[in-house]
């Protein structure tokens, strides 16, 4: 079945830097745009970051344009979320999606505290 490991999460300080990577599994990783999705505490969860399933074409949301990078490893079938110059109301837990697959992961916490 498909199933998403999400993983590199952790307790940063604000301006630091952290990579998340999501292995998927279960379908053929390469045919699919991935997204990336995050859900804070009392929030809904949204669209952080989107790739094409080439690794052309990406999207951000406003909040973190210029500061998060999406990339892809299709021969590892592995998404990545390079998150730079974090911020404490990036705080939530992180989810990695196939586009057109209604599975989640079980997300990876992220914390921007001093």
């Known amino acids: 079945q498909v199933q998403f490991v999400e993983s590199g999460g952790g307790l940063v300080q604000p301006g630091g830097s952290l990579r998340l990577s999501c292995a998927a599994s279960g379908f053929t990783f390469s045919n699919y745009a991935m997204s990336w999705y995050r859900q804070a505490p009392g929030k809904e969860r949204e669209l952080v970051a989107r790739i094409n399933f080439v690794g052309g074409g990406t999207y951000y949301a406003d909040s973190v344009k210029g500061r998060f990078t999406i990339s892809r490893e299709n021969t590892k079938n592995t998404l990545y979320l390079q998150m730079n110059s974090l911020k404490p109301e990036d705080t939530a837990v992180y989810y990695c999606?196939?586009?057109?697959?209604?599975?989640w992961g079980q997300g990876t916490q992220v914390t921007v505290s001093s």
């Open positions: 999606k196939a586009v057109g697959f209604g599975s």
